[in-house]
C-alpha cells in the first residue's frame, strides 16, 4: 500500500536544490541516502551539479525495486565504490538478493560500476544502442571519472552490459510487472524508461529532468525527443516519476522542466534563425525562464548552440 503521507509531502513540498550541496550522506560515497518512494521502490536521490570527488560521480538517481523474490537495480553508479555503497544500503533494507541491474543509458553513471555488480554474479540489462555508445566511448569516460573521482575509482574495470534488448523488456518477479522501455530517441542513446503499470510509476531516466537544465548533446535530437514524450512516454499515464535526475515528483512537473524547456528552446532558435542570426549570437538566446533550475550555468549557452546547429539545416 503506497505511503500517502509520505507522497504528499515529496509531490507538494518545494524539492530543494542541491547544486550547491557537496554532499548530503557523509557516512557514506553515496550522495544521498535512499528514500523509499512508494511501497517497495527506493532511490537514492543523486546531486543536481557535475560530478565531483565530493558527490563521487552520484550526480544521478540510483533505484531499486524490492519484488518479494528478488531486487532488481536500475543503474549500476558512476565507479565500484558507489555500486557496493548502494548494495550496502540494499542489504539493510531487504534481505533479497540483487538478480538484475539495468542502465538507463550508455552514460558513465549509469554504466561505469557495472563490474561490481557482474563480480556478484548479476546480470545487467541495457539497450542496444546504450551498449554500443559505451563501447565506443567507454575509455574516455573511465579516463574522465578517474580524474573527478581519484582513489574513489579503485576496483572500477570497464565492463558493459551482458544483456542487451532494442524495444521492450519484460520482468516478472516475484509481485512485480516491470517493463523495461525504449520510448523513442530522447536525450542520448539507448534511453530507457522502466514502468510499474500496476503503480503506476515509471522510473524515467534521461527521458525527464526537472530540477535542473537537460543537457543537450550533438546526437540528441531535441524534436525527437519531444515527439517520443507527446506519443510514447506521457500517454503511459504515469502518476509518479523518479527522473534521471533530482526528486521523485509527478509528470506535470517533469513536463514543465523537460518538454516545456526543449519547446521553449527550439521555439527561441527558431526565431533566431528566421532573423538571420549566426551561430555567435544563438548562444545568447533568452533562457530566462528556465534560469533558476541547476545547471544553468554550465549548460544553457552550450545547449542553445547545439539545437542552433541541429535546427539550422532542418
Known amino acids: 500500500m503506497i505511503r500517502l503521507s509520505a507522497l504528499l509531502i515529496l509531490f507538494t513540498a518545494p524539492a530543494l536544490a542541491s547544486e550547491d550541496i557537496p554532499d548530503q550522506y557523509p557516512q557514506s560515497v553515496l550522495y544521498q541516502k535512499?528514500?523509499?518512494?512508494?511501497?517497495?521502490?527506493w532511490s537514492a536521490i543523486g546531486a543536481t551539479a557535475p560530478p565531483t570527488y565530493e558527490n563521487a560521480g552520484h550526480n544521478n538517481n540510483l533505484s531499486f525495486i524490492v519484488t518479494g523474490d528478488g531486487v532488481v537495480v536500475v543503474n549500476a553508479g558512476a565507479n565500484y565504490a558507489l555500486s557496493k555503497a548502494l548494495h550496502d544500503e540494499i542489504k539493510a533494507i531487504t534481505d533479497q538478493p540483487v538478480k538484475l541491474v539495468i542502465n538507463e543509458n550508455g552514460q558513465g553513471h549509469a554504466m561505469l560500476g557495472n563490474n561490481y555488480w557482474t563480480e556478484q554474479g548479476i546480470d545487467v540489462l541495457a539497450h542496444a544502442d546504450a551498449a554500443e555508445e559505451f563501447e565506443a566511448y567507454s575509455a574516455q569516460i573511465f579516463e574522465g571519472m578517474?580524474?573527478?573521482a581519484g582513489d574513489q575509482a579503485e576496483g572500477t574495470v570497464i565492463q558493459g552490459p551482458t544483456l542487451t534488448f532494442e524495444d521492450e523488456?519484460?520482468?516478472e518477479m516475484g509481485e512485480m510487472r516491470i517493463e523495461v522501455l525504449h520510448l523513442g530517441p530522447a536525450h542520448s542513446p539507448g534511453d530507457i524508461s522502466v514502468w510499474l503499470p500496476e503503480q503506476k510509476l515509471i522510473i524515467a531516466?534521461?527521458?525527464?529532468?526537472?530540477?535542473?537544465i537537460p543537457p543537450i548533446f550533438e546526437e540528441t535530437c531535441t524534436s525527437c525527443w519531444l515527439e517520443s514524450w507527446e506519443t510514447?512516454?506521457?500517454?503511459l499515464g504515469a502518476v509518479y516519476v523518479i527522473p534521471g535526475h533530482g526528486h521523485p515528483t509527478d509528470m506535470a512537473v517533469v513536463r514543465a522542466g523537460t518538454y516545456d524547456y526543449l519547446s521553449h528552446l527550439r521555439k527561441v532558435i527558431g526565431a533566431h534563425l528566421d532573423e538571420g542570426g549566426?551561430?555567435?549570437?544563438a548562444y545568447y538566446v533568452d533562457q530566462s525562464p528556465f534560469a533558476h533550475l541547476d545547471t544553468f550555468e554550465e549548460l544553457a549557452t552550450k545547449n542553445a548552440g547545439t539545437v542552433f546547429v541541429e535546427m539550422e539545416f532542418e
Open 146 to 148: 578517474k580524474r573527478y
Open 34 to 41: 535512499p528514500i523509499q518512494v512508494i511501497a517497495n521502490v
Open 169 to 171: 523488456y519484460i520482468i
Open 278 to 281: 549566426d551561430l555567435s549570437s
Open 232 to 235: 510514447a512516454f506521457e500517454p
Open 205 to 212: 531516466g534521461d527521458m525527464a529532468f526537472h530540477e535542473r
